[in-house]
């Protein structure tokens, strides 16, 4: 299975500040995925980001408060932009899915990133 | 719309005993199911995959079953660890996407 690097591991930001979390992955993929995982709760899909196209937002997510960018099969960046406390969660990117073959493979994680919003 | 409840929500057993974590979920329609375990502030980690063509899946004291027409799976961890403290998720991946679904997540203490 792939491995992702993820970071910032955590970070502290002022409200009003945006912060870019990175995610390197050691072998193309097609999709990447990024999730909200508030305190006490589940994950949350925030959006799908493919190469070459705009990312695809889940319901109650909107490009202007979590733009994605998606520049190559390895890379992808999330910035959280004008922070609320509201915006303290656990942030992670994903990849997995379908490979070649149309073999289901399971999904991998990266380590997340802890964000407090003050 | 995809539901999953993973029941109990919290438990704490002493060590060395066996237990069974539950995950309903309550659309059929899925790829596969997975199991991670989630420490403390911390990523997923993958234990068990599952395909829906599947019964269970096993790796060291794990054991995954499947029941997609009931809608049901469990893990069952043998001989359980102080290490085995965590929060451990289900989740699925629904037929017709890429996203998986995940439940609220079942809060594993192991005493030693």
């Known amino acids: 299975s792939a491995v992702i690097s993820q970071k910032p591991s955590r970070d502290i930001c002022q409200r009003g500040t945006s912060l870019t979390i990175q995610c390197q992955v050691d072998?193309?993929?097609?999709?990447m995925f990024w999730y909200r995982q508030q305190p006490g709760q589940s994950l949350t899909l925030i959006a799908t980001?493919?190469?070459?196209?705009?990312?695809?937002?889940e319901s109650g997510f909107v490009i202007d408060k979590f733009p994605i960018s998606r520049p190559n099969l390895t890379f992808s960046t999330l910035t959280v932009s004008n922070m609320s406390p509201e915006d303290s969660s656990i942030y992670l990117c994903?990849?997995?899915?379908?490979?070649?073959?149309?073999?289901?493979?399971?999904?991998?994680f990266g380590s997340g990133t802890r964000l407090t919003v003050v | 719309k995809q539901e999953v409840t993973q029941i109990p929500a919290a438990l704490s057993v002493p060590e060395g005993e066996n237990l069974v974590l539950n995950c309903s979920f309550t659309?059929?329609?899925?790829?596969?199911l997975q199991w991670f375990r989630q420490d403390p502030g911390k990523g997923l980690t993958s234990l068990l995959l599952?395909?829906?063509?599947?019964r269970e899946q096993t790796s060291g004291r794990l054991n995954a079953s499947l029941d997609k027409s009931s809608g049901r799976s469990t893990l069952y961890i043998a001989a359980s660890q102080p290490g085995d403290s965590a929060t451990y998720l289900c989740?699925?991946?629904?037929?017709?996407?890429?996203?998986?679904?995940f439940g609220q997540g079942t809060r594993l203490t192991i005493n030693p």
């Open positions: 659309d059929s329609a899925i790829y596969n």
């Open positions: 989740a699925v991946r629904i037929q017709g996407a890429q996203k998986l679904v």
């Open positions: 994903s990849v997995g899915g379908v490979g070649q073959g149309a073999i289901n493979y399971g999904y991998t």
């Open positions: 072998s193309q993929v097609t999709m």
């Open positions: 599952i395909q829906s063509s599947q």
């Open positions: 980001a493919n190469q070459g196209s705009e990312a695809t937002y």
